[in-house]
């Protein structure tokens, strides 16, 4: 297998020649063959092990396990502790998650303050399998299908094209110890389920059936590729972005034959999960949306339109004294005296500065607001019915702004002016607001 495994590394991970890796080594015997294949082929390597303290002593005993072996073989060590089940109640999440995400947080780190390059975990064969096998009974799509990647940034997986059977050789020909996780003969999670029920069964059908299982892999993998490549260039066509939002042309995109495959491809990564209400949401009323944890996709008029979630207080203030010549947040407003008037946009204003009342107020729209609009002769006018008038979708309401002096509005920023604060004829002190880019 030695000779086996450096032919792979030649062949598909030769970035790594020459680097600085850390080996993920949990004292098991797949991280132990990985371990020892690495110090055969004289790699610079170091030893990372998480103690999860979920089976008592036991846990302890593993650590105890590869800190001996890392100090008898000279090779660097990094251990930590977890408190798996605390962070899991805390958090709301599984066992299993909670350890995933303590793991790779931890890596991570090492991989900054260790200056390592990579950090290389056992995963092998019968992993692959088995995650794919979970995923199909769980309902996935090709992702959940092309099971687990070679390489996912920092995180590389060399033993993906080795079998369990293997290793197992490998590490009983070389005299390798290791130690027996108890909690692998336990039916109690799905994975073990699947390993000691399901797994032997496809093997006994086909004695061939994991290199069988490696070729389909690759044809879904080559599908999923092609399947990237198309959404790219269809999302080019329906798609238009504007710094954190994104607009989905409907009427391209229902002319798409299959626009639900699309809309999966180009949302999934914003962790949605509720995908019929996403389809229906194409032909729903405008107004209707559909959250994700940070995302909110909504229908308006002819277009769907994925934004963040702004986490803001909507009564968030601001507050302008009578001297400020400028305001940087929310919005990048001027205020200048002016001696002349020159409407050239909607983006500038100007006003008789002796009507105001200090501090002028910025914030945003509320339901029931209502000013003067400019030039209509004092008659009132809700500011929700000035955003429909001017097709604001429910985003562009939400980002508006309004400023205020007192409890009258001077302007719906970059919309309309009211009217009491128009500069008149007898006006002698001039005030220019200007929206600045």
């Not at 009974?137 to 070679?150: H, N």
């Not at 009342?357 to 008659?379: E, T």
């Not at 009491?420 to 007898?426: A, K, S, V």
Request: with cysteine; proline share 3%; charged share 25%.
């Amino acid at each position: 297998m030695l000779q086996k495994f450096q032919n792979h590394l030649l062949d598909n991970f030769q970035f790594l020649n020459g680097k600085k890796i850390l080996l993920a080594t949990s004292g098991g015997k797949d991280s132990m063959v990985m371990l020892h294949l690495f110090q055969e082929l004289d790699y610079n390597i170091g030893i990372a092990h998480c103690n999860f303290q979920l089976r008592g002593v036991e846990s302890f005993q593993d650590q105890n396990f590869v800190q001996e072996y890392a100090a008898a073989n000279n090779i660097p060590v990094f251990i930590t502790q977890f408190d798996t089940k605390a962070f899991a109640e805390d958090y709301k999440v599984s066992t299993q998650v909670a350890a995933r995400e303590l793991r790779y947080n931890w890596f991570y780190e090492l991989l900054g303050t260790e200056k390592f390059d990579f950090i290389l975990t056992a995963h092998h064969a019968d992993d692959n399998l088995e995650t794919f096998l979970i995923n199909l009974s769980r309902g996935t799509g090709l992702d959940g299908l092309t099971g687990i990647p070679k390489q996912n940034e920092k995180i590389v997986r060399p033993l993906l094209a080795f079998s369990q059977e293997e290793m197992e050789q490998y590490a009983r020909f070389n005299d390798i110890k290791w130690r027996e996780d108890s909690s692998n003969a336990s039916d109690k999670y799905l994975r073990n389920k699947i390993r000691h029920h399901l797994v032997p069964i496809l093997k006994d059908l086909n004695p061939n059936f994991l290199s069988s299982f490696y070729k389909t892999q690759t044809y879904l993998q080559e599908a999923q590729d092609m399947v990237e490549d198309a959404s790219i260039m269809i999302y080019q066509q329906v798609a238009k972005q504007e710094e954190d939002t994104i607009y989905f042309d409907l009427k391209k995109l229902k002319k798409l034959p299959n626009y639900k495959s699309y809309l999966y491809q180009w949302l999934k990564e914003f962790e949605f999960s509720a995908w019929d209400d996403i389809y229906d949401l194409v032909e729903s009323q405008s107004g209707k949306y559909i959250f994700s944890p940070e995302y909110r996709l909504l229908k308006d008029r002819n277009s769907l339109i994925l934004s963040p979630i702004h986490l803001e207080n909507k009564e968030e203030k601001y507050f302008i004294t009578e001297n400020q010549i400028e305001v940087k947040v929310p919005l990048n407003l001027s205020f200048c005296k002016a001696a002349d008037i020159s409407f050239d946009s909607n983006k500038t204003i100007f006003v008789d500065a002796d009507k105001l009342q200090y501090p002028l107020i910025l914030r945003h729209w509320n339901k029931g607001d209502s000013f003067q609009p400019f030039g209509m002769n004092g008659k009132s006018k809700k500011v929700s019915k000035l955003f429909k008038d001017e097709k604001l979708s429910l985003v562009e309401k939400e980002n508006s702004w309004l400023l205020c002096s007192n409890d009258e509005i001077v302007w719906i920023i970059g919309l309309r002016q009211d009217e009491r604060f128009r500069i008149e004829n007898t006006t002698t002190n001039r005030l220019k607001i200007q929206l600045e880019e």
